[in-house]
């Protein structure tokens, strides 16, 4: 590919097959898959919509300092808000049902 005559990546800072599917259905081709591997620490007391950003912003910058300045880094996240809070991804099946 090129952009503004530059030869470009880009790169989902994602490991999500969903996430991968949909860019493919875009018609991105040729995708490089590079999951953050970071811990996640959302903005205490931000609304969802900061914290979705602020997170996904992470990701993009930890996986854009595996590439050269040309790639186009692709981040994403989901949180799920209930009266309030931030609820994390559950460890079991138990902690999901609650």
Partial sequence: MVWNNTE?????????????????????????????????????????????????????????AKFPETALIVAADTIVWLDGKVLGKPHSTEEACE
């Fill in 8 to 64: 470009y990546s880009i790169v989902l800072a994602s490991a999500s097959p969903r996430r991968l599917e949909l860019m493919q259905m875009l018609g991105f081709k040729n995708l490089i898959v590079c999951p953050a591997v970071g811990e996640e620490y959302p903005p205490v007391g931000a609304p969802p919509e900061e914290t979705v950003t602020a997170i996904s912003q992470a990701k993009a910058r930890e996986v854009a």
